[in-house]
């Protein structure tokens, strides 16, 4: 058995080939200690309270327990992981479409957290309430490609090995969705000037 600081310096990628080896749980529990933060804000950003949220936080790591095996390397599994999450939250978000106007889904740190790209000036003039607005009208699938780019700063190439499409469909359903966020924006904007 490895010591606990041997298990520590460990990567995450041999991490989960040494839980998938050996279901150690003990294993699994460094690797929820190192992710559990940044998931749990991960959801937060999709639930409608805390308590939601830490909910949604231990579906995802019960359910990434089991499908640790399916995680193939083709990236860093943080980057797989929160695309785990996303798509855990998207689903959960979806199921729940009844209750579409009364969740509140994306933090103000996740808004201010948002990159641009150099030539990219769509976001940078937009006030942060209008704009939580303006996310809460997009689909959740929308959302969540904007934020693995822009929060979660993947790269396109990250983003093809998360979701499993090309190159180019990643840059046109980025572009749709930014679209699409802009006319949120400016559609309420101009209702709520």
């Known amino acids: 058995m490895e010591t606990l600081k041997n298990i520590n310096r ?4 041999d991490l989960v080939k040494a839980i998938v080896k050996t279901n150690d749980t003990l294993l699994f529990e ?10 749990y804000n991960k959801c937060l950003g999709f639930a409608k ?7 949604l936080t231990q579906d995802i790591f019960l359910k990434l327990f089991v499908k640790l095996a399916s995680f193939k390397g083709k990236s860093k599994f943080s980057t797989w ?5 996303y798509n855990h939250c998207v689903n959960y978000v979806t199921r729940n479409t009844a209750k579409k106007f009364e ?3 994306v933090d103000y740190k996740d808004i201010e957290n948002l990159s641009y790209d150099e030539n990219d000036n769509s976001f940078l003039d937009m006030k942060v309430d209008k704009l939580k607005i303006a996310l809460e009208l997009i689909s959740p699938e929308e959302k969540m490609i904007l934020l693995l780019k822009y929060q979660d700063f993947l790269s396109i190439k990250e983003i093809e090995s998360v979701l499993g499409i090309g190159e180019s469909a990643v840059k046109m359903r980025i572009k ?14 101009s209702y709520n000037g």
């Open 49 to 55: 309270n805390e308590d939601e949220a830490k909910d």
């Open 10 to 13: 460990e990567s995450d990628e």
């Open 103 to 105: 969740r509140q889904s």
């Open 30 to 39: 460094t690797l929820y200690d190192r992710h559990v933060i940044q998931v």
């Open 81 to 85: 992981l929160y695309a785990f999450t």
């Open 176 to 189: 749709r969705a930014k679209d699409k966020l802009v006319k949120m924006y400016n559609n309420n904007l």
